[in-house]
């Protein structure tokens, strides 16, 4: 998931990464001078017993969001539960006001049919384990545009000022006289926030699959990775869609359903 999202790996690409071995430390900037530091933890048994032994503080000590990541092609679920659980308690102690978000990831390898009964159920299991402990849960695979849904709301909820952003695009939206606005962010191509007036819920694309579609566009556009597109613009009967670089940071979505020649 971060070699998509943060360094440009498509799906397939991701084949030849090993499995994370204890702790691996990376920093991605985003929107410029916002540094988002993860640390991803092996979930191999002993690593797992490290982190709730000898390095319990070092782990779990000022996290902003721990995200507990269900590999849905693991059978056992119930020791994955136990492990749910000692990061719950650990996480309590060591960091009271971290988010939590737990990803039912992989989940292309369910079968599409039980899908979303399984989804259900899990949730639930997960609500009770977390005992009150407010909690969010997000079915992710790297070949879905569930990926991008998942991983905009994890930014977006630890990006400050995002209010302030959302209401400068609601501005933005009434001044240019458009339907839909959206602002994404340049290198990882995450919503940050939208906003759609006078469009009905039909006509408002959803933000996931621009993300994903955008992602996609773009590697195909720049298979040597140096240069990203600059403008997209699209007139089709009863709508304009334009795609562009904003700021040196973003990118901005405008679509009209409405436009008309003055415009
Ligand atoms: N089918 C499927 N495979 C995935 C997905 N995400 C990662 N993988 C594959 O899983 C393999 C190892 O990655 P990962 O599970 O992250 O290893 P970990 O570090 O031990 O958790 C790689 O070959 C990835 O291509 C997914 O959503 N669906
Ligand atoms: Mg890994």
Redesign the pocket.
Known sequence: ?RSIIFSHYS?TE??R?G??LDVEHSTVRVLGNLQLTLW?C??QEAFMHNFFSTQREYIFKSVEMLIF?F?MEIRDFSSELSYFESCLDAIQVQSKDAKVVCLL?????VASDVRQSVVEEKTAELMRRANGLRIEVYS????EDSLYRAWSHIMNSIMPNIDTIRDHLQKFCEVADVSQVVLFEKSSFLSIAGYHLNATEEDVVPYDKLSSALKRFNLALNNNRTTSFKLVRLRLNGFILIITNFTKNTVLMAVDNNPNMSK
């Not at 992710?140 to 070949?143: A, E, K, N, R």
């Open positions: 998931m799906p991701t084949r990464l499995p994370t991803d092996g979930g990541v590999d990831h992989k989940m292309d390898l992710t695979s790297i070949f």
